[in-house]
Every structure is written in structure tokens, then in C-alpha cells.
């Protein structure tokens, strides 16, 4: 009965063994911030936190400029990876995170400062930054759960979109009545929202080169009629 014991014993120590091998092979967190799809994740998440700033300060065409090249680069990061070789499955799984939970910041939480912004942070305007934001975790949370439909299609609007919408809905605001703007901006939110998690099927036209190549030509374009209004 005392070799029950020792193979416990000897067990353990296998299994610490094992552990301690594994950590060793771990990369360290930071070593991922070098992977080229990451940086370009990363400088999108940096247009976003712009885009938040100008939307507390209450520049707002600086803020549409920030928000079309945070879908820039978001769409860029998918580009560049599928063009690398020898990623490995632990790159490819940490820059899908990474994508995700940017996505929520860029997607999610910019356009709700946005509309509260613009709306000089009425009370009422919270629940609908509330269900701007409850719609994209929602979203991406069915997303990281099952993926493309069919492999691919989206089920319901990509986040994405969001931004490309309000950007180019923006354009209005110095053409329309500021009391019909400024209902037209959350109910172009609230529309969005519920597409975002509609069960509408939707094509992911990042993962074609040649519309990341359009999408940059738009944003170069845009960019450049927001920066002519800043002047």
C-alpha cells in the first residue's frame, strides 16, 4: 500500500514539472505588442482614444476623422495578418482577443460619448448609450461564440459599420436644422444598434484586399473634407 503514496508523490512532481515547462515556453505579455497585425490593432485603439477625447472637448470633426481611421486600421490588421507567414495559432488567438475587445472601445463606447457629447449630456440620452454599448458586447460576445455564418457571413451588422455610418451621417450636420441633427444622430444609433444584433446576415468585406483598399481611399477622402471643415 506505500507505493500509493509514492506515485501520488511522483505524480505531483511530474505534473509541477510539466507546469514549470510550459511556463517557460509562455511568451511574456508584452512580446505580442511586437506582432505587426497587433500594432496596427493598437494604433486603432489610439484613434479611438482620440476620438474620445474630441468628443468630450467637443471637436467634432476632429472626432469623425479619428473614427474613420479607427475602422482603418481595425480593417488593416486583418490585411496585414493574413499576409504573414508562420504566425503562430497563439498570435492568431491573442489578435483575435485583442481585436475584440478593442472593437468594443471603438465601436461601442466612442460613438456613446459621441451622442451624449453632442447632446451636451442630457440625462436622457443615457439609455440610449447604454443600449449603443449593450448592443456591441452583445454582438461580439454571439460573434467569439460562433463565429461566421457559413464561414462567411456575420450574422447581424458588424460593428464596423457603425462608425462608417455616423462619419457619413455627420456630413449633414452642417446642412440640416441643429434641432433635427441632434435627434437624427441617436436614432442613427439606436437604428444601428438593433442591426447590430438583427439576424440578418451580412458579407465581411474585410476580409476582401480590395475593399480595405476602397475603405482607405474613403477615409483619405473623408479625412480630408473634415479637415477642410476644421479650417
Same mark, same amino acid.
Request: aromatic letters at 12%; one cysteine or more.
Given at each position: 500500500?506505500?507505493?500509493?503514496?509514492?506515485?501520488?508523490?511522483?505524480?505531483?512532481? @511530474?505534473?509541477?514539472a510539466?507546469?514549470?515547462?510550459?511556463?517557460?515556453?509562455?511568451?511574456?505579455?508584452?512580446?505580442y505588442?511586437?506582432? $505587426?497585425?497587433?500594432?496596427?490593432?493598437?494604433?486603432?485603439?489610439?484613434?479611438?482614444?482620440?476620438? =474620445? +477625447?474630441?468628443?468630450?472637448?467637443?471637436? +467634432?470633426?476632429a472626432?469623425? /476623422? *479619428?473614427?474613420?481611421?479607427?475602422?482603418?486600421?481595425?480593417?488593416?490588421?486583418?490585411?496585414?495578418?493574413?499576409?504573414?507567414?508562420?504566425?503562430?495559432? &497563439?498570435?492568431?488567438?491573442?489578435?483575435?482577443q485583442?481585436?475584440?475587445l #478593442?472593437?468594443?472601445?471603438?465601436?461601442?463606447?466612442?460613438?456613446? #460619448?459621441?451622442?451624449?457629447?453632442?447632446?451636451?449630456?442630457?440625462?436622457?440620452? $443615457?439609455?440610449? *448609450?447604454?443600449?449603443?454599448?449593450?448592443?456591441?458586447? /452583445?454582438?461580439?460576445? +454571439?460573434? @467569439?461564440?460562433?463565429?461566421?455564418?457559413?464561414? *462567411?457571413?456575420? %450574422?447581424?451588422?458588424?460593428?464596423?459599420?457603425?462608425?462608417?455610418?455616423?462619419? &457619413?451621417?455627420?456630413?449633414?450636420?452642417?446642412? /440640416?436644422? @441643429?434641432?433635427?441633427?441632434?435627434?437624427?444622430?441617436?436614432? %442613427?444609433?439606436?437604428?444601428?444598434?438593433?442591426?447590430?444584433? @438583427?439576424?440578418?446576415?451580412?458579407?465581411?468585406?474585410?476580409?476582401?484586399?480590395?475593399?480595405?483598399?476602397?475603405?482607405a481611399?474613403y477615409?483619405?477622402?473623408?479625412?480630408? =473634407?473634415? #479637415?477642410?471643415?476644421?479650417?
Amino acid at each position: 500500500m506505500r507505493c500509493v503514496p509514492e506515485f501520488s508523490l511522483f505524480l505531483r512532481s @511530474s505534473m509541477s514539472a510539466i507546469s514549470e515547462d510550459l511556463n517557460e515556453l509562455q511568451p511574456s505579455i508584452l512580446s505580442y505588442v511586437k506582432d $505587426l497585425p497587433n500594432l496596427c490593432s493598437l494604433a486603432g485603439l489610439a484613434c479611438t482614444v482620440l476620438a =474620445i +477625447y474630441f468628443s468630450i472637448v467637443g471637436v +467634432y470633426y476632429a472626432v469623425m /476623422i *479619428a473614427m474613420v481611421w479607427a475602422v482603418a486600421f481595425d480593417w488593416a490588421d486583418g490585411l496585414v495578418a493574413r499576409s504573414m507567414a508562420g504566425r503562430s495559432g &497563439s498570435d492568431r488567438v491573442f489578435g483575435g482577443q485583442l481585436d475584440l475587445l #478593442i472593437d468594443i472601445v471603438s465601436y461601442g463606447v466612442a460613438p456613446a #460619448i459621441l451622442l451624449l457629447s453632442y447632446g451636451e449630456f442630457a440625462p436622457v440620452l $443615457l439609455p440610449v *448609450a447604454f443600449v449603443v454599448i449593450a448592443a456591441s458586447a /452583445i454582438r461580439l460576445s +454571439y460573434f @467569439s461564440t460562433y463565429g461566421l455564418s457559413g464561414g *462567411a457571413k456575420y %450574422t447581424g451588422l458588424a460593428l464596423d459599420n457603425n462608425n462608417l455610418v455616423l462619419v &457619413s451621417v455627420f456630413l449633414l450636420e452642417s446642412v /440640416i436644422p @441643429s434641432g433635427v441633427f441632434a435627434l437624427l444622430l441617436p436614432v %442613427t444609433a439606436v437604428g444601428l444598434a438593433a442591426l447590430n444584433v @438583427s439576424q440578418i446576415k451580412t458579407p465581411k468585406l474585410s476580409g476582401n484586399p480590395r475593399n480595405v483598399y476602397l475603405l482607405a481611399f474613403y477615409t483619405c477622402g473623408i479625412s480630408g =473634407i473634415y #479637415i477642410w471643415k476644421l479650417w
